[in-house]
């Protein structure tokens, strides 16, 4: 499984970069958007697997794990 890495500060500078041509700002923007979909609906769906156990080691309630893994992935 490959993990998605947050944006570097290279990437971030090129996304504030205004000379770039409209086109590549917009695949830019939505290159950033749909990492950080993925990451949540992966980190949403580990969430739900988890043991109770596991979840009192994270400081969380099942039922606060069971409200964060039913959110959709374009949620914050």
Do not use: N
């Not at 969430?47 to 099942?62: F, R, V």
């Amino acid at each position: 499984m490959t993990q998605a890495r947050p944006l570097s500060a290279d990437a971030m500078t090129l996304m504030t970069y205004r000379a770039l041509p409209v086109p590549a700002m917009i695949a830019l923007r939505f290159a950033a958007a749909v990492t950080t979909w993925a990451t949540r609906r992966r980190t949403r769906l580990s969430l739900a697997s988890l043991e109770p156990w596991q979840l009192q080691d994270a400081g969380l309630t099942p039922e606060q794990a069971s409200e964060e893994a039913s959110r959709v992935f374009w949620q914050a």
